[in-house]
């Protein structure tokens, strides 16, 4: 089992940058693939980023790439999300989720566990 629990959301203005945290518990967090996904009003949850159990592999939706940057730290049970350049169309509920294995995947349906989301509000 491992609990997620996302910070760092907010109100920033066009341009401008946040840093999402997301806290797991559990032991194993380490084996995880974790990932970010989004959902803004009266749209789809979508893949944003993810982030295999070492680190050593990251793959971001095209959206986003170039402006936000994935990272883990295995050792405080954290995965990151560094988002710069930020757009009013970035606004969304942003989610950690977490799965077993070592493939990643953009689909959210094959994600076990997932936090209880946090806002970020980008205004223009």
């Known amino acids: 089992q491992v609990q997620l629990v996302e910070s760092g959301g907010g109100l920033v203005q066009a341009g401008g940058s946040l840093r999402l945290s997301c806290a797991a518990s559990?032991?194993?967090?380490?084996?995880?693939?974790m990932a970010w996904f989004r959902q803004a009003p009266g749209k789809e949850r979508e893949f944003v980023s993810v982030?295999?159990?070492?680190?050593?592999?990251?793959y971001y939706a095209d959206s986003v790439k170039g402006r936000f940057t994935i990272s883990r730290d295995n050792a405080k049970n954290t995965v990151y999300l560094q988002m710069n350049s930020l757009k009013p169309e970035d606004t969304a509920v942003y989610y950690c989720a977490a799965r077993g294995g070592s493939y990643y995947r953009t689909n959210p349906s094959e994600y076990d566990y997932w936090g209880q989301g946090t806002q970020v509000t980008v205004s223009s």
């Open positions: 559990g032991h194993t967090f380490g084996t995880y693939v």
């Open positions: 982030i295999r159990w070492s680190g050593s592999v990251q």
